[in-house]
């Protein structure tokens, strides 16, 4: 069974540029988390999909968006790219469903890995 | 406010000995609790997790966790250390229902010959 898949692995992007990151979750898995990993903020929740829809957001400027699409993939977005938005963004799939029993259960990809020069 | 802390960030264990990392939380209620794990220029693995009954919980690679609600606590715990185990590992909560997944700020652990 393949993994959560995140493409591009590692980009390079300067201030002012967008950027656009790729997620396929497990099969069968619906829900779609992203995270921004710094060193100095650590890990913190970007935002959660279900079914095309956003369930949850965290406390991220508007430059920050994402979207699903109807076979789960997901997508975020990062306009106008400042120096600070440098991170590994990690995106996790799960079963779960909202309303449903039981906790959240993510499986996290390798990450992408964004530079801004 | 609610958080997650793990108050050492770096650890350094010879390998063979025993190791445990701390992790509390403060939220109301019993939270669902996770460890994961994350190596090198990867992304985060489970461990473990604990959602109720009983408070010892094992999980991959030789670890194990203990739950204290007394304490609100949630220590990792592995009887001996090998040099693969040197990564980040990261206390992550779930406060309960539909709601999102809270991490520490990470423990650094250094395996020495």
């Known amino acids: 069974k393949a993994g959560v898949t995140q493409t591009p692995r590692y980009l390079i992007k300067t201030r002012g540029q967008q950027v656009t990151l790729s997620c396929s979750p497990i099969?069968?898995?619906?829900?779609v988390s992203w995270y921004q990993q710094t060193p100095g903020q650590g890990l913190q929740f970007l935002f959660e999909?279900?079914?095309?829809?956003?369930?949850n957001k965290g406390n991220f400027p508007g430059r920050f968006s994402g979207r699903q699409f109807s076979n789960s993939r997901s997508e975020m977005n990062v306009s106008t790219l400042e120096l600070g938005d440098s991170a590994l963004y990690l995106c996790?799939?799960?079963?779960?469903?909202?309303?449903?029993?039981?906790?959240?259960?993510?499986?996290f990809g390798a990450g992408s890995r964004l530079t801004v020069l | 406010a609610q958080s997650v802390t793990q108050p050492d960030i770096h650890i350094t264990v010879s390998e063979g000995a025993s190791l445990e990392l701390r992790c509390n939380y403060s939220?109301?209620?019993?939270?669902?609790l996770f460890w994961y794990v994350q190596s090198p220029g990867q992304g985060l693995q489970l461990l473990l997790k604990?959602?109720?009954?009983?408070?010892l919980v094992q999980g991959i690679k030789g670890f194990e966790a203990e739950f204290k609600r007394s304490q609100s606590s949630f220590n990792l715990r592995k009887p001996s250390v090998h040099w693969s185990d040197a990564a980040e590992y990261f206390c992550?909560?779930?406060?309960?229902?539909?709601?999102?997944?809270?991490f520490g700020k990470g423990t650094m652990l250094l395996v020495s010959p």
């Open positions: 992550a909560v779930i406060p309960g229902g539909y709601s999102t997944l809270t």
């Open positions: 999909y279900f079914s095309e829809t956003q369930r």
């Open positions: 996790a799939s799960s079963f779960r469903t909202p309303g449903g029993s039981g906790a959240n259960v993510l499986t």
């Open positions: 604990y959602f109720s009954g009983d408070t």
């Open positions: 939220y109301g209620a019993t939270p669902y």
């Open positions: 099969s069968g898995h619906r829900s």
